[in-house]
Each structure stands twice: as C-alpha cells, then as structure tokens.
Nanobody, 127 residues
C-alpha cells in the first residue's frame, strides 16, 4: 500500500502562485500514475490534473489548463502541482491520489480510478 501526504497549501493573493507537494511512502511512485483533485465547500470533488507512471504524459482540467503544471519526481517519490495565476475560484482542499491505471482523461478524471488518497491541503485565494 502507498501512503500519501500533501503539503504546501495556504493563503495566497489572486494572481499569485503556489506549489503543492504530495509525498509518498510505502511504495515507489514509479509504479503509479498520480492525480490531483480539489473540493470546495459545498461542491463535489473535481479533477485537476493527472500524470503517467513515467511522468512523460499529463492531463489537465480545462479550468486549470495553462495555469497549473503537474510533475513527478520518482527519485524523490513526490508529485508536485505548480499553480500559477491563481483565482479565487481555485480555493479548495487539494488532494493527491494514486492509480494503477492510465488512460484518457475520461478515465483519469474519475475518483474511482484511484485507490489511495492523501488527507488534503487547503488553498485559499483571496481577491
């Protein structure tokens, strides 16, 4: 089993940047594709980005495309989410998740594709 822990959340002004980290323990992340999801109060959890086992391919939700970048350092067993040009609507609890699958975004955007989740880290963007 792989355990995931997020960090890097906090308060940031609109237009600013933040980098989230997702550190894994128990298993090597080189065996898994990874996803980032977010959940705002009163809303359902939504897909943000995903990256393949090797880190060579990534997928993004339309709402963050061009602003967010997902990356994976298998040597450090860590996945990152670089968030730029943040907007108040990006405010949410961000969670990382691990999957043994990789495919089109229609598959990777579903929560049931992932088997292990972190606790989440809160990002608040002020206007």
């Amino acid at each position: 089993q792989v355990q995931l822990g997020e960090s890097g959340g906090g308060l940031v002004q609109a237009g600013g940047s933040r980098r989230l980290s997702c550190a894994a323990s128990g298993r090597s992340l080189s065996s898994y594709s990874m996803g980032w999801f977010r959940q705002a109060p009163g809303k359902e959890r939504e897909f943000v980005a995903a990256i393949s086992w090797s880190g060579s391919t990534s997928l993004y939700a339309d709402s963050v495309k061009g602003r967010f970048t997902i990356s994976k350092d298998n040597a450090e067993n860590t996945v990152y989410l670089q968030m730029n040009s943040l907007k108040p609507e990006d405010t949410a609890a961000y969670s990382c998740a691990a999957s043994t699958r990789w495919g089109f975004i229609e598959t990777m955007q579903k929560t049931q594709t992932y088997f292990s989740w972190g606790q989440g880290t809160q990002v608040t963007v002020s206007s």
